[in-house]
Nanobody
Framework: QVQLVESGGGLVQPGGSLRLSCAAS????????MGWYRQAPGKEREVVAR???????NVADSVEGRFTIVRDNSNNTVYLQMNNLQPEDTAVYYC?????????WGKGTLITVSS
């Protein structure tokens, strides 16, 4: 079992920045890929960025150049640095971890981009 706890969401003005954190606990030694997903009101959940335990990343086209995913294996945490946030980035952001073929999700953290 893997538990994921996100933090760092909130209200930010357009053009602002936020950093999300996702702390993993439980069977952390078996975690492979981790990532961030988001779900905007009325839309399906979509991938934002993912990172392997070796540090290989992929980022959605919609956030390329603005968002960066970083993983710190020493404290079992993955971060999402978000710059130049726009209203269309408003969503609940979820952390995901894959371990031994199982997919685990955090409860999500809300980001609202508004002036």
């Amino acid at each position: 079992q893997v538990q994921l706890v996100e933090s760092g969401g909130g209200l930010v003005q357009p053009g602002g920045s936020l950093r999300l954190s996702c702390a993993a606990s439980g069977s952390i030694s078996s975690i492979g890929r981790m990532g961030w997903y988001r779900q905007a009101p009325g839309k399906e959940r979509e991938v934002v960025a993912r990172i392997t335990n070796g540090g290989d990343t992929n980022v959605a086209d919609s956030v390329e150049g603005r968002f960066t995913i970083v993983r710190d294996n020493s404290n079992n945490t993955v971060y999402l640095q978000m710059n130049n946030l726009q209203p269309e980035d408003t969503a609940v952001y979820y952390c995901q971890a894959v371990s031994r073929g199982m997919v685990y999700w955090g409860k999500g953290t809300l980001i609202t981009v508004s002036s």
